[in-house]
């Protein structure tokens, strides 16, 4: 068996079984690696973090991080570096929101550490050396809540469409994360990212739409999970490693009915030949060759009319 029908196997299983997100958070720290967060790494997604408050900045016509700035990241994780990185740039508060809590004192212990790794090596623009008390004071706590707290962060666990919160959001942002949550779902929290929006609210998403499987067999390219139905794609397609497949065009039009206003769309496109060479599903045929092509996008939106 091929490499990427292994894993797509073996997480069909693990989302089948009882209690198969431990069991595949076991496989990942002890026998894959995959739970690993080296610094380059970190300083990557650090970076990224600091891309959208710049989206915040440049819309809002700031040049710094304004006082009482709030931020929301949708998609905790395993290890939450941009949502410090931002809390680190100035926000008053960052919420961040996953419908499921991996968060651990030993995966936020490497978090903060490779944070301050980070803000010493002067490897961010924007998150200053005197930044490295505040992490010192969080590692100190060696407890999840209080550490979180520290930083003015707060994790909210539960559906993103229903969540209630007590300030007003200037900044929601997102890496890799949209492409796991579906069409309808991703709509509803739209909507209610609207309700929860400040006036100046700005919406920044990095949007990865290629087949993730690709990561790990690179002998197949990022528009290979185009080439199989629903009907069988839904055998690979596990909860614990869901991808929506949506296209450009469907990012785009999520945003409109919302009532977000795209002021940033930057797609990153592949090679014509080779999605040329697949067999695309019939439910792709409707879709431009060029919208089938973007397989990552910067998308910024701004708040504009209520949808309802």
């Known amino acids: 068996m091929v490499p990427w029908l292994m894993k797509a196997a073996a997480v069909a299983v693990f989302s089948k079984v009882p209690h198969g997100d431990k069991l595949a958070a076991f496989a990942r720290r002890r026998i894959t690696g995959s739970l690993a967060f080296p610094k380059r790494m970190a300083a990557g997604k ?81 998150i200053g050396t005197e930044r490295v008390g505040l992490l010192d004071v969080a590692l100190s706590t060696r407890n999840v809540d209080a550490a979180l707290d520290t930083l003015g962060i707060e994790r909210v666990i539960g559906d993103a469409s229903t969540i209630a919160l007590d300030r007003p959001v200037d900044l929601f942002f997102s890496n890799n994360t949209l492409e796991h949550i579906p069409n309808e779902a991703l709509l509803r929290i739209a909507e209610r990212f609207h309700a929860l929006g400040s006036e100046r609210a700005v919406m920044s998403h990095w949007i990865d739409m290629s087949d993730h499987y690709a990561a790990f067999d690179r002998r197949i390219g990022p528009f290979n999970f185009l080439k199989y139905p629903s009907a069988v794609f839904s055998y690979m397609n596990g909860s614990l490693h869901y991808q929506n497949r949506l296209r450009h065009s469907d990012y785009q039009a999520i945003h409109r009915a919302a009532g977000w206003r795209l002021v940033v769309d930057e797609p990153t496109r592949g090679e014509a030949t080779d999605l040329r060479a697949l067999d695309l599903a019939p439910e792709f045929s409707k879709y431009a060759e060029d919208d089938l092509l973007v397989y990552e996008a910067w998308m910024v939106s701004a708040k504009g009319e209520s949808p309802r």
């Open 46 to 126: 650090c970076d990224r973090a600091r891309l959208h408050v710049q989206h915040f900045l440049d819309h809002a016509g700031l040049a710094r991080v304004p006082e009482g700035f709030v931020a929301l990241e949708l998609g905790t994780g395993w290890f939450p570096i941009a949502p410090v990185c931002v809390a680190l740039m100035g926000a008053d508060r960052v919420y961040t929101v996953d419908v499921t809590s991996h968060l651990e004192w030993p995966q936020l212990a490497r978090t903060l550490s490779v944070a301050r790794e980070i803000v010493v090596a002067g490897d961010v623009p924007g």
